[in-house]
T-cell receptor
Framework: GAGVSQSPSNKVTEKGKDVELRCDPI?????LYWYRQSLGQGLEFLIY????????KSGLPSDRFSAERTGGSVSTLTIQRTQQEDSAVYLC???????????FGAGTRLSVL | KNQVEQSPQSLIILEGKNCTLQ??????????LRWYKQDTGRGPVSLTI???SENTKSNGRYTATLDADTKQSSLHITASQLSDSASYIC?????????????WGLGTSLAVNP
């Protein structure tokens, strides 16, 4: 596709369950970012992948959160033992190497009941 | 502490009117400043990106200004349209060597009414 694709678009889960969110970046974009946006709040940086470099995980809020990027393309954000405060929109963005403009997906709206 | 503050928090204007959104930052070392537009339920979309040496940059009806001395930026929207209703987010990039950090503002929520 032409843009950043995220799936699922909506996810409802029960407290304590694990969830996986997927991001397909734009082809050729070596940088990939995950953000979290709670209702009415600004974007909260979670993790940043750049090529083969070690990811910047400084934004991950707890060890329940992890992310992988396989083959330098698709990324999966995993939240283990979900809590109600994890409810938010999780946004993925990608960018070309050396460029600062990020292209965002539509996000995954996670609701933890 | 690196911070980006935006004002006003929200704004309501009538269609056809102009408006200006403000962004003040304390980010060092400064690399660039971006304005994004985020429609409800969508991801942010880049409007402009400005480096230290740029004072003004336009994108259609959107004009961004940057004063690196006072660390202020503004986004001016001319002849507003209903489709301009969105959240406008200021993002400042701090870069030191190979390390880069993006500092996101909380955004200004703009509503354009008919």
């Amino acid at each position: 596709g032409a843009g950043v694709s995220q799936s699922p678009s909506n996810k409802v889960t029960e407290k304590g369950k694990d969830v996986e969110l997927r991001c397909d970046p734009i082809s050729g974009h070596t940088a990939l970012y995950w953000y979290r946006q709670s209702l009415g709040q600004g974007l909260e940086f979670l993790i940043y992948f750049q090529g083969n470099s070690a990811p910047d995980k400084s934004g991950l809020p707890s060890d329940r959160f992890s992310a992988e990027r396989t083959g330098g393309s698709v990324s999966t954000l995993t939240i283990q033992r979900t809590q109600q405060e994890d409810s938010a929109v999780y946004l993925c963005a990608s960018s070309l190497p050396g460029r600062d403009i990020q292209y965002f997906g539509a996000g995954t709206r996670l609701s933890v009941l | 502490k690196n911070q980006v503050e935006q004002s006003p928090q929200s704004l309501i204007i009538l269609e056809g009117k102009n408006c200006t959104l403000q962004c003040n930052y304390t980010v060092s070392p400064f690399s660039n400043l971006r304005w994004y537009k985020q429609d409800t339920g969508r991801g942010p979309v880049s409007l402009t990106i400005m480096t230290f040496s740029e004072n003004t940059k336009s994108n259609g009806r959107y004009t961004a200004t940057l004063d690196a001395d006072t660390k202020q930026s503004s986004l001016h929207i001319t002849a507003s349209q209903l489709s301009d209703s969105a959240s406008y987010i200021c993002v400042v990039s701090a870069r030191a060597g190979n390390n880069r950090k993006l500092i996101w503002g909380l955004g200004t929520s703009l509503a354009v009414n008919p």
